[in-house]
């Protein structure tokens, strides 16, 4: 309960940091980080896309060395 309780709160703060200003008729909303949440998703998207590429390749090197072992073993029997 108590993780579910933060991790709210870790939400809604993330959610007002990047607010811009003048939403929901306030003067003043949000730290207006949206911005530079955007300069790093730019900037990060082609590195999370190598790193999962990655991952792909070596799950599918290892699947394609799990197949070969499991025909290995029913040609033995």
Do not use: C
Not at 48 to 67: C, E, N, P, Q, S
């Amino acid at each position: 309960m108590k993780a579910l309780i933060i991790g709210i709160f870790i939400i809604a703060a993330a959610v007002y940091a990047i607010l811009p200003k003048g939403i929901a008729g306030f003067e003043y909303s949000g730290l207006q980080w949206g911005g530079h949440v955007l300069n790093f998703l730019k900037g990060g998207a082609p590195v999370i896309a190598i790193l999962i590429g990655a991952v792909a390749i070596f799950i599918g090197i290892a699947d394609m060395k799990d197949r070969a072992e499991a025909k290995k073993e029913t040609d033995a029997e």
